[in-house]
């Protein structure tokens, strides 16, 4: 069983930065790949980006690449998404999840989820 907690969510200008982080606890932090998701209102939960147990390998949605940075200090078992030059439509409730499949980019295959963290960008 692997606990994830969020925190970092908040309410930014356009072209504004935030950090996300996601801390786990339970089992082996290293056992699992961590994809961050967002789901905004009315729209399904979609990948912003994953990054292996190692760290030295990620993914990205296509709108989060060169904007969106996926990282994790194993030694602290946390995960964190930089995200930079927001826009409106990166409003949503973005969470952290943990896979031990080697299928990143699809939701199904996530075993683990937290409760998420609003990020809200507007003027």
């Known amino acids: 069983q692997v606990a994830l907690v969020e925190s970092g969510g908040g309410s930014v200008q356009p072209g504004g930065s935030l950090r996300l982080s996601c801390v786990a606890s339970?089992?082996?932090?290293?056992?699992?790949?961590m994809g961050w998701f967002r789901q905004a209102p009315g729209k399904e939960r979609e990948l912003v980006g994953a990054?292996?147990?190692?760290?030295?390998?990620?993914t990205y949605a296509d709108f989060a690449k060169g904007r969106f940075t996926v990282s994790r200090d194993n030694a602290k078992n946390t995960v964190y998404l930089q995200m930079n030059s927001l826009k409106p439509e990166d409003t949503a409730v973005y969470y952290c999840?943990?896979?031990?499949?080697?299928?990143?980019?699809?939701?199904?295959?996530?075993?683990?989820w937290g409760q998420g963290t609003q990020v809200t960008v507007s003027s």
């Open positions: 339970g089992r082996a932090f290293t056992s699992y790949a």
């Open positions: 990054i292996s147990w190692s760290g030295d390998k990620s």
């Open positions: 999840a943990a896979t031990s499949s080697g299928v990143w980019r699809r939701i199904g295959e996530y075993d683990y």
